[in-house]
């Protein structure tokens, strides 16, 4: 098979007094690469603001022409989000492609949808981001063009300009009103699922920290047939779609299990806001886990940026874990170890680790539940039934009453049940 060949493209960025600029610049390298794009060249320049015109400063620009010229590439990627006019005084001047950081991650994330409700948020965040940065044809220059003293006609460049605004802001709304319509149908399954009285567990946290890994494992543990595995990959956004799955213990105990789309730093205002509806699954948990790349020495940043989102969402005060991953990347780290309450230091691929995390979601979720027993008649045998399915049986015993059975139950199933208990 014939290989691809990548655009090759130059990583450029201001430093502009940002705390993590080299771990950003790092991370942008990593976007490139997700976008199917090679780097050739980095060009950085440390300023405490950027050029409001052209980002970099002149001399700087003269470095980033020699650069592409050297490796012949035609495409400089930046770390920040530029205005409409700093792209075009780029592109101008450097004559070169020019793609911000926003743009670069929106990109990716039109790469990886798969689902329609991913494919509809993002591109309603594209052309958000697209709209402000129209330009109007060539022919803009003829736009005052005379129609008598103190009147001006609108040329064809304007005419052409607000045409196109106007039908991205017409696709926007009807994108939205799509949306919505997804959104009620999501409502409409968490609604059944609410009713079914499973606890649900929310995995969270920074693109690429090991959710889904998390997430195959645990699956895995409890089910080695599964077929319902979610997509895994060492890469930034390997996953856009929420998935949701159900968890059924040794003991009968069930939750529900839900991986959500990672975040990054300076991630874009359009997806945070197209991907509400997605991570409606994390608002609505029970209990959320924090999946962190416990080898990254920028560990603690990945933190503040979740809990930013999360904040920015409206997801707060719900209980979470805090899983440090990829413990066995970190030299003479001991794991799995619970080092708090709600800590803890683990490899997601390590059976021993998913087995202390299972006892942490454990202990946070049935936390609730009570022993309690039960007289069931002969005539209500389905509630047997129900009681063997759903809860931990700890004693069975077949009278001429009935069925006399002992389970752990939460408080809705005892309601639920409560003519048929009986004082042992």
Request: no cysteine.
């Amino acid at each position: 098979m014939q290989e691809i060949e990548l655009t090759k493209v130059l990583i450029g960025g201001v430093s502009q007094n940002q705390a993590y600029f080299e771990s950003d610049m790092a991370e942008l390298n990593e976007l490139v690469k997700a976008n199917n794009m090679l780097v050739v060249g980095d060009i950085r320049q440390n300023l405490e603001r950027a050029v409001a015109a052209t980002y970099f400063g002149s001399g700087k620009l003269d470095e980033v022409r020699q650069l592409a010229e050297e490796n012949d590439a035609h495409v400089l990627v930046v770390n920040d989000e530029l205005s409409p006019s700093q792209i075009r005084n780029l592109e101008q001047n450097l004559k070169m492609t020019l793609l911000d950081r926003t743009g670069l991650i929106l990109a990716i994330f039109a790469n990886r949808a798969q689902s329609r409700e991913a494919k509809v948020q993002v591109q309603i965040a594209r052309l958000q981001y697209e709209l402000p940065r129209l330009r109007a044809g060539e022919q803009a220059n003829l736009m005052q063009q005379g129609g008598g003293p103190g009147f001006a006609n609108r040329g064809s460049g304007e005419t052409k300009l607000e045409m196109n605004q106007r039908t991205i802001k017409n696709k926007i709304s009807q994108l939205r009103h799509e949306l919505k319509q997804m959104e009620v149908a999501q409502q409409t399954k968490r609604a059944q699922r609410d009713r079914a009285a499973l606890p649900t567990v929310a995995l969270v946290g920074y693109t690429n920290a090991g959710k889904s890994t998390t997430m195959n494992g645990l699956l895995r543990r409890f089910n080695e047939d599964t077929p319902k595995t979610v997509f895994e990959q060492d890469m930034l956004f390997a996953t856009l779609d929420t998935s949701v799955r159900e968890i059924t213990l040794p003991d009968n105990k069930k939750f529900l299990l839900s991986d959500t789309v990672g975040f990054i730093n300076k991630l874009p205002t359009q997806l945070v806001k197209a991907f509400r509806s997605t991570l409606a699954e994390a608002a609505a948990a029970d209990l959320l886990i924090q999946v962190i790349d416990f080898s990254d020495p920028n560990y603690q940043e990945m933190i503040k940026v979740t809990e930013k989102t999360l904040h920015a969402m409206g997801i707060d005060d719900i209980p979470m874990i805090y899983a440090y991953n990829k413990a066995d990347r970190k030299p003479e780290t001991t794991f799995p170890l619970q080092t708090g309450e709600h800590d803890l230091v683990y490899a997601a691929t390590d059976p021993a680790s998913l087995e202390l995390l299972t006892q942490m979601i454990i202990k946070e979720l049935f936390a609730n539940l009570t022993k309690v027993t039960f007289m069931i008649p002969f005539a209500a045998g389905k509630w047997v039934d129900y009681l063997n399915e759903q809860t931990n049986i700890i004693a069975q015993d077949y009278t001429a009453d009935g069925t006399q059975i002992t389970a752990e139950v939460s408080p809705e199933d005892r309601q639920r049940l409560a003519e048929y208990i009986i004082e042992v």
